[in-house]
């Protein structure tokens, strides 16, 4: 099992991690593993191990003789494959269809920022923001000083890539903020895209994508909507997101 999915798992979203944790049946819980595995890490195929590592990796304790009995009452939900390693299970669509309550709830998160509340948008984009992990990719056509307080609120831990167009404060003085802010968070990178086909905001993460309907530096300051929806509700439009950001950014210059 490629190390790759362990990592995965211990890196999805707590929501997810959550969703995975309250589920109280062995059987959708494996089920549920090899939908994310197979969706989520392009893995089809998974042996009663390496599911019981990969819930492992997302801090899930299941005893194997559990998951054994479940996959064995699985039935036309998995199909199975013989090999050196022993047993490997796929997800079919009569299992897809058996976890669907777990994966339609809460996968759409719309929160909206009333106007003239700057500091209540900053704490619901802080909450948000704090627990971000891995890759995360940010688009913004515009950006200023308060850009840099926002993406404060990542951790450094992540890697960031900020691509943006264009702004309206004043150059010289950003230029040295920009310098003082990655001189502290040595993960981030900032690009400048010179075309203009880039109006969107979003933010998009390993496991989900949001869509905020106002700067980030000036959100609070008009009516606007941040919509939050997850990679496994929406994978074709998430890496369709993922590969129109990633062509911008072979196109950009840093900033």
């Known amino acids: 099992m490629p190390v790759s999915i362990l990592d995965g798992f211990k890196n999805l979203d707590n929501i997810l991690k959550e969703k995975l944790a309250d589920i109280d049946s062995p ?21 009663s191990e390496a ?6 990796a997302a801090d899930i304790s299941m005893k194997k003789i ?10 036309n939900k998995v199909s199975i494959k013989n090999t050196d390693d022993g047993a490997k299970y796929k997800i079919t669509i009569h299992g897809r269809r058996s976890v669907e309550d777990i994966f339609s709830a809460n996968n759409l998160q719309i929160i909206y920022v009333q106007a003239g509340t ?3 948008a900053r704490n619901q984009l802080k909450s948000f923001l704090n627990g971000l992990k891995g890759q995360v990719k940010i688009c913004d056509p515009y950006y200023g000083v308060r850009t840099f307080d926002v993406l404060e609120l990542i951790p450094k831990s992540c890697n960031v890539s900020f691509l943006t167009l264009k702004t309206n404060e004043n150059m010289a003085s950003l230029k040295r903020i920009i310098k003082d802010f990655l001189v502290e968070h040595p993960k981030t990178i900032i690009k400048q895209y010179n ?3 880039i109006h969107d905001r979003y933010i998009i993460t390993d496991n989900n994508f949001i869509i905020i309907g106002h ?4 959100i609070g300051n008009k009516d ?3 919509i939050t929806i997850e990679k496994s509700f929406a994978i074709d439009l998430w890496n369709q997101i993922s590969d129109s950001f990633d062509n911008k950014w072979l196109n950009s210059v840093p900033l």
Do not use: M
């Open 66 to 75: 559990a998951l054994i009995r479940a996959l064995a009452s699985c039935g």
């Open 215 to 218: 700067g980030i530096k000036d």
């Open 195 to 197: 075309a203009k086909d």
């Open 27 to 47: 059987q959708k819980i494996a089920l549920s593993v090899l939908q994310i595995s197979y969706d989520n890490f392009k893995v089809e195929y998974l042996t």
């Open 51 to 56: 599911i019981i590592a990969c819930l492992e």
């Open 224 to 226: 606007s909507f941040v």
């Open 118 to 120: 700057p500091r209540t």
